[in-house]
């Protein structure tokens, strides 16, 4: 049977969103205080000009920001939503949050940190996905720790190809010739030789990356074996039995 989830507790739970809400005030006080210095300082309006403007026009804008992007929207969006109605601000950050959860659990945000996003292909990101699956089918995570780790080995093992080929590309190409323009690839600032050692390093840098995150996921399951149900009224926790049965 699957290990058992982990309650939160309630006061926990309360707490964590009080500090939530506290710290996206606080924010959106600062974000404010940032809008009304700017007229000021650089249209030398009057504090109470420099607040008219900065209130001026959100009623007008109030869907193009319910419709903006999560990953789009700024503080000074949430701003401008407070300003018409707290309510909306505070469903609209619920909103980032669940996009937000489903960017990062899906393998996206992991898989974007490794992309040159001036370059980045769907092909690449194809890729990742591939690695990434292959290594969650082989481990099947338990939880966010383990999917964590998963993730990080991916990230590993595709830095890895990547300084391979470029590894290659330097021990076998040619560095850029002024003259004629022809080369597979631009010397950096040091020696050829320094320029291949230092991609030989990096292969061997995630190499090792990719094997300590590999370590640490067998020891959590070496050391962390999960909750077992047998019955009703025990349960198997770290090889001792624990009697889980509410009181007649």
């Known amino acids: 049977m699957d290990a058992l989830p982990v309650p939160v507790e309630p006061e926990r739970a309360v ?29 030398g309006l009057s504090p109470a000009e420099a607040h008219e403007k900065v209130n001026a026009g959100w009623g007008e804008v109030r869907q193009s920001l319910l419709a903006t992007p999560a990953r ?26 669940a996009e937000a959860h489903t960017f990062v659990v899906s393998g996206q945000a992991a898989a ?4 040159c996003s001036w370059a980045s292909t769907p092909w690449e990101r194809a890729c990742f996905g591939a690695v990434r699956y292959d290594l969650s089918q082989d481990w099947q995570p338990r939880g966010g720790i383990e999917q964590t780790l998963i993730d990080q080995m991916a990230q590993a ?3 890895q190809l990547k300084w391979t080929a470029i590894l290659m590309q330097r021990s076998e190409g040619y560095e850029r010739d002024v003259k004629s323009g022809e080369a597979s690839w631009d010397l950096p600032r040091v020696s050829k030789a320094e320029a291949v050692q230092e991609a030989a390093g990096m292969v ?37 039995q624990v009697n889980v049965a509410e009181p007649f």
């Open 112 to 115: 974007e940190a490794v992309e």
């Open 204 to 240: 061997d840098r995630w190499n090792r990356m990719f094997l300590r995150c590999l370590r640490a996921l067998r020891d959590m399951r070496r050391y962390m074996p999960p909750v077992v149900v047998n019955n009703p009224g025990q349960a198997n926790i770290a090889q001792q």
């Open 72 to 97: 789009k929207f700024v503080w000074d969006d949430y701003q401008g939503l407070a300003e018409i109605d707290p309510a909306l601000a505070l469903d609209k950050w619920e909103t980032v949050k």
């Open 157 to 159: 093992y595709t830095l």
């Open 15 to 43: 707490a964590q969103k009080i500090g939530e809400v506290e710290a996206i005030a606080d924010r959106l006080a600062f974000s404010y205080r940032q809008s009304v210095n700017f007229y000021i300082k650089q249209y």
